[in-house]
């Protein structure tokens, strides 16, 4: 490490340089290359059946998007029949199903029978589904959205529209900008809270430049690699990186300042030192957030897959420059840091506390395990939510659409049914509608007189279920398949005896929540094992290692329950991996405080107020920069999900700190005992 810290200050000009001109090519990759995609189910992965019949629907029967249309104060349907026309007409249309598909427009409606009436128009509300072609241009969302304005303006004035697409299309509208809106008001809100906290005017600045450098850095990165990313992801990415590398730079500047500041020593000596004197330190930070980020890459759906390893990149990205970039540019402006000093306010809880924790050790045990039993219950009694729909914004027009089309035909359960033509008889749909959960199969085979040969199809009617090599059948289920998914897989393996595929925008739903769970479920066993394995290696102790994951997944179940009931399905799975690597800092930094004034005074009331008192402000100033960092987006943003993330993170840096200042302490009181020449672990 002597050579490398030597290296460093004696490159420090250099070093800075570089950096800088590195950060301003990162800048214009991100400005050039960066795309971000507003639609959930493009987090699906491309090799799951479902995605790949939706891919066969473009290809053999130039079928994409369906959007829903609902057209309010329609007395007669004869008055639309015009708009559909128009819509029908248009080059980027590949057909409009409406009621007039099923009746006769123009004979009265009283003499109408069957259950498409209701299905296609209620209480004055007429539905109509708009096929989009698949040569549309989806990936360029300005032409997108110009194809749509056009639908638009060809059906009756007030037609609400609704798809996962047009709410992708209206969020990327709305929200384009407003990552970097967030992320400049949360390092406003760090600024703000170090210049507060730290004993300079310039420290602060210099911290906060060398974490953005980093972040800019890793995002183009991202930006290379991927075509697209979830937006959500990219803003957990920017967000946590600068939140929970903050660590890092106060390890290195705790060493600077003491040498530096309280000793008097030289620059040189001092950025040397802290280099030296900080890297075990950063590097066991670093590991325990890296690993707890890796497990985010078991993940199926790609938003935690992608968010997983670049978040890995970005600590790794961020752990280069603090031992870099940092020193350098404190070397340099050496004088102007000392001339910028100023007062600064310190939380240093008074001694008499941390004994109290050791006094009181028995009594806070217990009532640790009744916190974390009742986190636990309420943890697991607490909902996921599912419903794409919930996540937008209420006042999106496609979502106020689609809950309109909800109330007034019922939530729709449908899905579409590919199977090959050869394969496509009535005696074959006939099995799909003998599978339990499945109410009818709407085919021109199923809706024919039994007996009645192919031959005789109209030519105008198999040309709206038939493509090239695959028949396109309707697959309506009894239930909300949100609630009971069963049928869906069981159509699912009924499809593939024959060849076939299920696909359709709540079948992908479905698939997103069972990937999900399976991912909620790994990833929370991976980042717990993981990081318990380090804590374990760190502290040559089971116990410890045992007692910190748990504190930590304490705080996790906590912090769920808290919600009072129902969160967003990504919730629980980023907080399972990012709570538990960002804030078992927290936990090792006061252990390992801890243990070292229990070898110096071999007593633990001294060990365990020595701890509090000079240990607090540091997991403070983390916990509050990672709070600050998630405070805009949780309070800004109107979009749920979004919302709902940022909001459990700050909330989770908070209840981590205070599980940790109460509960760390009694802990290790229970499980550490002194011995003649040091510390006696009883694991």
Not at 520 to 526: A, F, T
Request: hydrophobic share 50%; proline share 4%.
């Amino acid at each position: 490490m002597d050579a490398f810290a030597d290296w460093v200050y004696k490159r420090r000009y250099w070093i800075v340089i570089t950096v800088l001109v590195l950060a301003a090519i990162s800048g214009y990759i991100v400005s050039t290359h960066l795309k971000l995609s507003y639609d959930i189910m493009k987090t699906i992965p491309k090799d799951e059946p479902a995605v790949k019949a939706m891919n066969i629907l473009k290809q053999d029967k130039d079928m994409a998007d369906i959007l829903t249309a609902i057209t309010p104060s329609v007395s007669d349907p004869v008055d639309v029949k015009g708009y559909i026309e128009r819509t029908k007409a248009l080059p980027d249309v590949k057909d409009v199903n409406w009621i007039g598909d099923f009746y006769d427009v123009y004979q009265p409606t009283e003499v109408w029978s069957g259950d498409e009436k209701d299905m296609f128009w209620k209480d004055g509300y007429l539905q109509t589904q708009i096929t989009l072609s698949a040569s549309v241009p989806y990936g360029d969302t300005v032409k997108m959205s110009k194809i749509i304005d056009k639908i638009k303006k060809s059906m009756p004035p007030g037609t609400g529209f609704s798809s996962t697409y047009v709410m992708a299309i209206e969020m990327q509208e709305r929200y384009q900008g407003d990552i970097i809106k967030y992320v400049l008001w949360g390092v406003l809100f760090v600024l703000v809270f170090l210049l507060v906290t730290f004993p300079s005017m310039l420290i602060p600045f210099v911290i906060i430049l060398s974490m953005l450098l980093g972040v800019l850095i890793n995002v183009s990165l991202l930006s290379l690699i991927k075509d697209q990313v979830y937006y959500l992801t990219v803003t957990i990415i920017v967000v946590l990186q600068i939140a929970v590398t903050l660590d890092y730079s106060l390890f290195l500047y705790g060493v600077y300042r003491e040498q530096r500041l309280k000793k008097g020593k030289d620059i040189e000596h001092s950025v040397i030192t802290a280099i030296k004197n900080s890297f075990q330190s950063i590097l066991v930070s670093m590991l325990t957030t890296f690993f707890g980020f890796f497990a985010l890459t078991f993940g199926t759906l790609t938003m935690f897959k992608d968010m997983g390893w670049f978040l890995m990149s970005g600590v790794m990205i961020s752990f280069i420059l603090t031992l870099t970039f940092l020193p350098a540019t404190l070397a340099i402006l050496d004088r102007l840091i000392l001339f910028l000093r100023h007062p600064a306010i310190e939380i240093d809880p008074p001694m008499g506390l941390g004994r109290w924790l050791v006094k009181s050790a028995t009594v806070l045990v217990l009532v640790f395990v009744i916190i974390a039993g009742s986190a636990f219950y309420f943890y697991h009694e607490t909902k996921m939510n599912f419903d794409v729909a919930t996540f937008m914004p209420n006042d999106l027009p496609s979502v106020q659409a689609q809950r309109l089309a909800d109330d007034v035909f019922g939530i729709s359960s449908k899905g579409i049914l590919l199977l090959p033509k050869d394969k496509a008889t009535r005696e074959v749909f006939k099995e799909f509608e003998e599978i339990p959960g499945v109410k009818k199969v709407d085919h021109y085979l199923t809706a024919l007189p039994e007996g009645t040969p192919k031959e005789l199809v109209p030519d105008k009617l198999k040309k709206q279920f038939d493509g090239k090599k695959y028949t396109v059948a309707y697959v309506e289920f009894q239930e909300d398949l949100l609630k009971n998914s069963a049928p869906v897989y069981a159509v699912m393996d009924k499809a593939k005896q024959y060849g076939g595929y299920l696909t359709g925008e709540q079948v992908l739903n479905v698939v997103l929540m069972e990937k999900a769970l399976s991912d909620y479920k790994k990833i929370s066993l991976i980042a717990m094992g993981l990081i318990f394995l380090t804590v374990v290696f760190g502290f040559r102790s089971l116990l410890i290692g045992a007692a910190l994951v748990i504190l930590i997944e304490s705080a996790i179940w906590l912090n769920i329950a808290l919600f009072g009931g129902k969160v967003a399905f990504s919730t629980p799975i980023i907080l399972g991996a990012v709570q538990l690597g960002a804030t078992i800092d927290y936990a090792a930094y006061i252990t390992s405080r801890y243990l070292h004034y229990l070898r110096e005074t071999g007593d633990h009331e001294e060990a365990g107020a020595n701890t509090l008192h000079y240990g607090f402000h540091s997991i403070f100033t983390s916990a509050g920069t990672m709070f600050l960092m998630n405070l805009p987006l949780a309070i800004m943003s109107d979009v749920p999900i979004t919302k709902e993330t940022a909001y459990a993170l700050s909330q989770g840096a908070i209840v981590s700190m205070i599980m940790v200042g109460l509960f760390a302490i009694p802990l290790l009181k229970f499980i550490t005992k002194v011995k003649k020449g040091g510390v006696y672990h009883e694991a």
